[in-house]
Nanobody, 115 residues
């Protein structure tokens, strides 16, 4: 059974930090790009960051310089380190694995940033 599972969301104060983890089944993690997206009610899902199997990264403009994505291939896990968080970072964060068969998504984890 293929699994994608996020963890680490919660409440943070503006200016603080959070780390999100995403563990995926080895069968889909290996060799594939891992990404984070976020969504707020009534809005489309927004790209946050991605990391390729080779370690290449990309970031959405709103998080550049504040968030860092990384992956641990031995643990089949991708991380999103969120620094200097802002109230506008409040959203449900989703992990995505892009495979040749299409994307796999996790259930999401809520991040709330208070001012």
């Amino acid at each position: 059974q293929v699994q994608v599972m996020e963890s680490g969301g919660g409440l943070a104060q503006a200016g603080g930090s959070l780390r999100l983890d995403c563990a995926a089944s080895k069968s889909i993690f290996s060799g594939n790009t891992m990404s984070w997206y976020r969504q707020t009610p009534g809005k489309q899902r927004e790209f946050v960051a991605s990391v390729t199997s080779g370690g290449g990264t990309a970031y959405g403009d709103s998080v550049k310089g504040r968030f860092t994505i990384s992956r641990d291939n031995a643990r089949n896990t991708v991380y999103l380190r969120m620094n200097s968080v802002k109230p506008e970072d409040t959203a449900v964060y989703f992990c995505q694995v892009w495979t040749a068969r299409g994307p796999y998504w996790g259930q999401g984890t809520q991040v709330t940033v208070s001012s």
